[in-house]
């Protein structure tokens, strides 16, 4: 399979700690971007990263969200001092342009609940 | 700024039955329109996209969209609905730059026998 992979699929964390999320975006895939799903909500983004540069940053993304891509390759997640309030789906996605522009695929998702 | 508008967080069909998913967006500038599936617990799958081109556009699983500059709307349709397709569908639309996409609040598609 080579869609994008994300792990863990699941967390459960207690409030204060720090949890991270991976994510293997489709190979040669430039661009990949984080998104954050709450229940009964459409994702919102997060923040995007072409090849190893981190391009853009959500207002949703605070001071404890902190996400990287070293060599423009997988990316990774973190979330200190996790709240009750970060719990959530969070997404992962790719792209490269295609004839029609970037078509943009997403991972399966990482629920993290903050107990 | 973008945004979309899913007309009904909640719709029901026969197995058979026309569905239509409504989607309204704003944009100031040409939008990239897209209509997503979620299935429970799982990550988002691409039906269909409008870039640029024929208004009418075909995706998988039997759906389709059209895109209607005037009435800024992205309705999402299928001739008969199947069991499989209860799921959760989205709208977005981004712009022809990096593609930050903007979602809807989403539509659950409920099938009934």
């Known amino acids: 399979d080579t869609g994008v992979s994300q792990n863990p699929r699941h967390k459960i964390t207690k409030r204060g700690q720090n949890v991270t999320f991976r994510c293997d975006p489709i190979s040669e895939h430039n661009r990949l971007y984080w998104y954050r799903q709450t229940l009964g909500q459409g994702p919102e983004f997060l923040t995007y990263?072409?090849?190893?540069?981190?391009?853009?940053k959500s207002r949703l993304l605070s001071d404890r969200f902190s996400a990287e891509r070293p060599k423009g390759s997988f990316s990774t997640l973190e979330i200190q001092r996790t709240e009750q309030g970060d719990s959530a789906m969070y997404l992962c996605?790719?792209?490269?342009?295609?004839?029609?522009?970037?078509?943009?695929?997403f991972g399966e998702g990482s629920w993290l609940t903050v107990v | 700024a973008q945004s979309v508008t899913q007309l009904g967080s909640h719709v029901s069909v026969s197995e058979g039955a026309l569905v239509l998913l409504r989607c309204n967006y704003s944009?100031?500038?040409?939008?990239?329109l897209f209509w997503y599936v979620q299935y429970p617990n799982q990550g988002l799958q691409l039906l269909l996209k409008?870039?640029?081109?024929?208004?009418l556009v075909k995706g998988i699983n039997g759906f389709e969209a059209e895109f209607k500059k005037s009435e800024t709307s992205f309705h999402l349709t299928k001739p008969s609905a199947h069991m499989s397709d209860a799921a959760e569908y989205f709208c977005a639309v981004s712009d022809k730059g990096f593609q930050k996409l903007v979602f809807g609040t989403g539509t659950r598609l409920l099938v009934s026998p």
């Open positions: 409008y870039t640029t081109g024929a208004t």
């Open positions: 944009s100031s500038v040409p939008p990239y």
């Open positions: 996605a790719s792209s490269a342009r295609d004839f029609s522009g970037n078509t943009i695929y």
């Open positions: 990263f072409q090849n190893e540069a981190q391009l853009e």
